[in-house]
């Protein structure tokens, strides 16, 4: 860019035409010897080494006095286009900043919906570690052999009703419900819980129930069990109080298990041994609160009837507790059955 500005300069200062393609100063103080010669050609201005030492003063001067106001323009022209270049860096900077604070932020989104699809993992694994607790918990301590119930249950099977077992000439006859549903009370802790039995879906629990009731079975018999995780059951009717006793026999098959392994509230079932749908005797529950209780290979829980007045009663049992604190134990506000009657 400095060459390009040369012309204008040295082409003023009172020179003229000399030999071809050269201009020369012939101001008439200046002597051959003292000329300076500036190469034109195709536009461009070459300077010449000055032969003189000394030049014209006032032609020169001139001349020197343009150039250094085109040299000085320059000068500034390349201290603008040095700004534009800072400016453009700053630019891509900027540019560049933005881009990589959106890859920060993308990156902590992901960070942290990893994080939120670990916790939901950890969760759901508590949960089924927890509900398989609850159900191992729930299962019988007792030898197989014996016909003391509870309310086992596994995971690993449907909720279909186990194969028609053939019970002993002591288990009460089916035909004895009726295929009714029955009304009636059970006392609890001296108070009176209406109850519903289902005679047309569960005949054989529910003639179970009915005779051993009106035997007396269960007046002054403990209820030994409350379970408050997970599984949420008061289980009754083990004349020994710890889960070991019945009624002598065990009969079968499993009747009206829930399809979805959902047990409402309010509902009575027959517990049992895990794995056996035949090791029922005299051994219920009471679901105070919605639970889910997975078949296991024998299948669900036969659900002979529910309470329809009077859970209560029951809700304040579970509320205190099991004397222990655990999750599973016996209740802490000691609870007796008392006289059943039905119609």
Not at 7 to 28: K, N, Q
Not at 110 to 134: C, M, Q, S, W
Request: hydrophobic letters at 40%.
């Amino acid at each position: 860019m400095l060459l390009a500005v040369l012309p204008s300069a040295i082409g003023v200062a009172s020179c003229r035409s000399g030999e071809p393609g050269f201009r020369r100063c012939d101001c008439p103080t200046t002597s051959a010897r003292l000329r300076g010669r500036i190469l034109a050609a195709s536009g461009t201005l070459i300077a010449k080494r000055l032969e003189s030492e000394v030049t014209c003063s006032e032609c020169h001067k001139i001349a020197f006095v343009r150039l250094f106001g085109d040299l000085k323009l320059y000068l500034g022209e390349v201290v603008a286009t040095n700004k534009e270049i800072k400016a453009q860096a700053a630019a891509r900077k900027k540019a560049y900043d933005a881009k990589l604070a959106q890859v920060e932020v993308k990156a902590k989104r992901r960070k942290n919906d990893n994080r939120f699809a670990v916790v939901i993992a950890a969760a759901a694994l508590l949960l089924a570690l927890g509900a398989t607790y609850g159900h191992q918990a729930f299962s019988s301590s007792q030898a197989a052999a014996t016909a003391t119930p509870s309310a086992s249950a596994s995971v690993t099977s449907s909720a279909s009703p186990a194969p028609t077992a053939t019970n002993a000439a002591d288990v009460p006859s089916p035909s004895i419900a009726e295929g009714r549903t029955w009304l009636g009370h059970l006392n609890v802790n001296g108070r009176n819980l209406k109850i519903q039995l289902d005679g047309k879906n569960a005949p054989q629990a529910v003639a179970n129930f009915i005779s051993l009731a009106k035997k007396g079975f269960y007046n002054g018999v403990s209820c030994h069990r409350l379970t408050t995780a997970n599984i949420y059951v008061l289980q009754c009717g083990d004349p020994k109080g710890d889960g070991t006793g019945g009624p002598g026999y065990s009969w079968g098959p499993i009747e009206n298990a829930p399809a979805n392994n959902i047990y409402k509230t309010g509902v009575l079932a027959m517990a049992r041994q895990g794995g056996n749908g035949s090791s029922m005797g005299s051994q219920f529950f009471i679901v105070y609160k919605d639970s889910t209780i997975p078949s296991d290979s024998a299948g669900g829980y036969s659900v002979f009837g529910k309470i329809v007045n009077g859970m209560n009663v029951i809700d304040g049992i579970a509320a205190a507790g099991t004397a222990d604190g655990s999750a599973d134990g016996k209740p802490k506000s000691a609870t007796t059955l008392g006289a059943i009657s039905v119609q």
